[in-house]
């Protein structure tokens, strides 16, 4: 860690076998946005999973549709664009955002009607991430949605802003770790560093995942004056 408190994602991962689902947005040295997205499970409903991209959206699919147990927290649409705006999130918030923005209104305007995940006792954390572009740049925005108490009684909503700066990016991800219940993501998101190439960063992020639990990894960079994507995807069972 440097004085800035910005870390390498091998650092911010080192030991943590279950940070759970994951998202990244950033910048690179030279100004590309970056936007990743990774998924963990434990149980085979949640490991039965893999990621896959159709027109620029990427979506979360059983990969053998015949052991689904419980589709309605583990199958949405992860990625989405509308018009100016890249919508990254874990869960069916992603379409709550993408319908908000069609109806004019704004990102936190949009997570007010959904709060944390109904699954007792962990009430996981619905974690989101929205990069906005404009004039060759962008800013982005993060929101994570918990559970105010043990018992699920309430919703703590949390939203930050960023101006994306060359070199860091934030990373929120809905666990501090394994447990049972897994303890929920605590403070700001963590600060981390964004290297220039697609395919190392790709390599850093799946590599400092734990073996045993990771699923798949979605990275994209894109140039915000052209709006010219690069993608990686990462499939453990393909």
């Known amino acids: 860690m ?6 390498t994602i091998q650092e911010r991962l080192a030991g943590n076998t279950y940070p759970g689902r994951g998202i990244l947005i950033g910048k690179t040295p030279s100004g590309r946005a970056c936007a990743a997205y990774f998924i963990m499970g434990r149980s085979a409903n949640s490991r039965n999973r893999v990621f ?23 199958i949405y649409a992860a990625i989405r664009q509308y018009e100016n705006k890249l919508i990254v999130t874990n869960g069916d918030q992603t379409d709550t955002i993408y319908k908000a923005l069609q109806a004019g209104k704004c990102f936190t305007k949009a997570l007010t009607t959904r709060q944390f995940e109904p699954d007792p ?29 043990p018992e699920g009684t309430a919703c703590n909503r949390f939203t930050y802003s960023y101006a994306a700066l060359p070199g860091l990016g934030h990373f929120l991800h809905t666990y501090v770790q394994d447990g049972n219940p897994i ?10 560093a964004v290297p220039e ?30 709006m010219e994507a690069q993608n990686r995807m990462v499939n453990k069972n393909r």
């Open 52 to 74: 896959a991209e159709r027109d620029g959206a990427v979506f979360t699919e059983p990969f053998d549709p015949s052991k689904v147990e419980d589709p309605s927290l583990i």
């Open 121 to 149: 006792p962990n009430f996981t954390p619905r974690i989101s991430g929205m990069l906005t572009f404009e004039d060759g740049d962008f800013t982005y925005e993060m929101n994570i949605l918990k559970s105010a108490d």
């Open 2 to 7: 440097n004085i800035y408190g910005i870390e």
């Open 183 to 192: 303890p929920t993501f605590q403070g700001e998101p963590e600060r981390v």
């Open 197 to 226: 190439d697609i395919d190392e960063f790709t390599r850093q992020i799946w590599d400092a995942l734990d073996e045993n639990n990771r699923i798949s990894l979605y990275v994209r960079y894109l140039d915000p004056k052209t």
